[in-house]
């Protein structure tokens, strides 16, 4: 069973930053796609970014590119989500998805229990 482990969230002024991390003990985490994902109250989860096992491919929501950036380091079973130029929309709790490919929740396997983004002054 895989348990992604989310931390780094917290409460941040506009235009702020973050860095969400997402680690798993699996020793598999090397050979999953990554994902992160986000609801805020009242609305519905929403994809974030994804990245492949190796790196090689990475897609974003409209909404947070050019100002997030997903990485990965499989030497540490870790993903991580850089959010910069962070606005009070960011708000939300961010979820880490492991094993999919895909823009909706269910294109993924496993999931944490997630962080929450406070984005506010």
């Known amino acids: 069973q895989v348990q992604p482990v989310e931390s780094g969230g917290g409460l941040v002024q506009p235009g702020g930053s973050l860095r969400l991390s997402c680690a798993t003990s699996r020793s598999t985490f090397s050979t999953y796609n990554m994902g992160w994902f986000r609801q805020a109250p009242g609305k519905e989860r929403e994809f974030v970014a994804q990245?492949?096992?190796?790196?090689?491919?990475?897609d974003y929501a409209d909404s947070v590119k050019g100002r997030f950036t997903i990485s990965r380091d499989n030497a540490e079973n870790a993903v991580y989500l850089q959010m910069n130029s962070l606005k009070p929309e960011d708000t939300a709790v961010y979820y880490c998805a492991a094993r999919g490919w895909g823009t909706r929740p269910y294109d993924y396997a496993y999931w944490g229990q997630g962080t929450q983004v406070t984005v506010s002054s």
């Open positions: 990245i492949t096992w190796s790196g090689s491919r990475i």
